[in-house]
T-cell receptor, first 112, second 112 residues
Framework: QKEVEQDPGPLSVPEGAIVSLNCTYS??????FMWYRQYSRKGPELLMYTYSSGNKEDGRFTAQVDKSSKYISLFIRDSQPSDSATYLC????????????FGTGTRLKVLA | ETGVTQSPTHLIKTRGQQVTLRCSSQSGHNTVSWYQQALGQGPQFIFQ???????GRGNFPPRFSGLQFPNYSSELNVNALELDDSALYLCASRRQEEYEQYFGPGTRLTVT
């Protein structure tokens, strides 16, 4: 079993839809959670980062962490064709550790 | 604020050769990590450098080695290249006391 599981998609939605992207994980030591957006053949771009459980909102993006269920989500409101990309979740344990574990990424396509 | 930069953008090498990839960290960042991303996969952690020393390593053989310089820039060296080394190599930097890391655009290595 992988430490981080992420549905690879592809996920196709119409423009303006609310998108929900998710990751599950098995390591209860993970405390730091990140979402990256990666366009084709480019480096990942940091979108959101959260510590421990709770919600964080930034514009059209909301990140949620449920540590009791070992489940994290990224919501995108009013999705745009420019949101079409691969979304990667990443996580890490407490300070002093260096190993960030990534999901395989979910491909999202927003149709105009 | 200057972001993470990497060079070269693309590289084609022959099996058995050696390669050096370069990374300049984001301004103010003292910790650099290297990742390998195969097509359709998430980034896999290779190693991390802090204060010019490797302080964390993933499941990669010793033919993957690196350096960090006093200005926090870094190199990744891969000896005895194999076909499976073909991938996007990503450099990420952060401040040691923070957990959010930022990626460069990557170097796409093709081994023939």
């Amino acid at each position: 079993q992988k430490e981080v599981e992420q549905d690879p998609g592809p996920l196709s939605v119409p423009e303006g839809a609310i998108v929900s992207l998710n990751c599950t994980y098995s390591n209860s030591a993970f405390q730091y959670f990140m979402w990256y957006r990666q366009y084709s053949r480019k480096g990942p771009e940091l979108l959101m980062y959260t510590y421990s459980s709770g919600n964080k909102e930034d514009g059209r993006f909301t990140a949620q962490v449920d540590k009791s269920s070992k489940y994290i989500s990224l919501f995108i409101r009013d999705s745009q064709p420019s949101d079409s990309a691969t979304y990667l979740c990443a996580m890490r344990g407490e300070t002093g550790t260096y190993k960030y574990i990534f999901g395989t990424g979910t491909r999202l396509k927003v149709l105009a | 604020e200057t972001g993470v930069t990497q060079s070269p953008t693309h590289l084609i090498k022959t099996r058995g050769q050696q390669v050096t990839l370069r990374c300049s960290s984001q301004s103010g960042h003292n910790t650099v990590s290297w990742y390998q991303q195969a097509l359709g996969q998430g980034p896999q952690f290779i190693f991390q450098y802090y204060r010019e020393e490797e302080n964390g390593r993933g499941n990669f053989p010793p033919r993957f080695s690196g350096l960090q310089f006093p200005n926090y820039s870094s190199e990744l060296n891969v000896n005895a290249l194999e076909l499976d080394d073909s991938a996007l190599y990503l450099c990420a930097s952060r401040r040691q006391e923070e957990y959010e890391q930022y990626f460069g655009p990557g170097t796409r290595l093709t081994v023939t």
